[in-house]
């Protein structure tokens, strides 16, 4: 591989540590600098899965004064779990509604319907940023009054920049980032991805591939 297109990963992270920092970590890292998260605002992240476990790491090193809520699927309470144990300041389900109006939010579901419960949650001026590569059931039809109005902004993430992946290893190292990982085994991937649809993989699933 050609030193333009390799990153070196911090020694303090195994292999199995480092594999979900290289995806899930690094577009999670771009969704959240492109979300305006500012220290002492309020950020939701909707789906708390490989990259949302990460992101409220980031979020509560770079902003220790901004709160950050997390909403999962109903009865998700290995994610709940999960969320407040990383120090999230609220939980809930998707189509609660917080304490407080959201500054920001990160939407990481592979779903629709989440991107209008985050609007209708959003602060006036506040920004919804859509982490997916695709969605498997459209966006509901939005209300201009409810969901738009006050200058509210809805952006997608499509890729990763080499520079994002340059100033996410290295901070990754330093908060220190502690990925929650489950492995499967190579011959295990079907079981795998079966679970990761069901949403019952806590973290991030990691397959492992014999040397």
């Not at 079981?191 to 699933?205: F, H, S, T, W």
Request: glycine content about 8%; proline content about 7%; overall charge neutral.
């Amino acid at each position: 591989v050609s030193e333009d297109f390799a990153y070196p990963i911090p020694e303090r992270f195994t292999d199995l540590q480092a594999a979900p920092l290289l995806c899930a970590g690094v577009i999670g890292y771009r969704a959240l600098k492109l979300s305006g998260m500012e220290d002492g605002k309020v950020l939701g992240l909707y789906g708390f899965g490989a990259s949302a476990h990460i992101v409220i790491q980031i979020a509560k090193y770079k902003y220790p004064s901004g709160k950050v809520f997390a909403f999962t699927r109903p009865n998700q309470k290995e994610h709940q779990d999960l969320a407040r144990k990383l120090g999230a300041n609220w939980v809930g389900a998707t189509g609660d509604t917080p304490p407080e109006k959201l500054n920001c939010a990160i939407d990481f579901t592979p779903v629709g319907v989440p991107v209008r419960e985050a609007l209708r949650n959003l602060e006036k001026g506040g920004r919804v940023v859509i982490n997916a590569i695709r969605k498997i059931t459209p966006i509901p039809e939005l209300d201009y009054a409810e969901h738009l109005w006050h200058e509210k902004e809805v952006k997608s993430v499509a890729n990763v920049t080499r520079r994002d992946a340059q100033e996410f290893l290295p901070l990754a190292a330093e908060i220190p980032i502690v990925p929650e990982v489950r492995e499967f085994r190579l011959e295990e991937a079907n079981e795998a991805l079966i679970l990761l649809k069901e949403g019952k993989i806590r973290g991030a699933g990691v397959l492992s591939i014999p040397e």
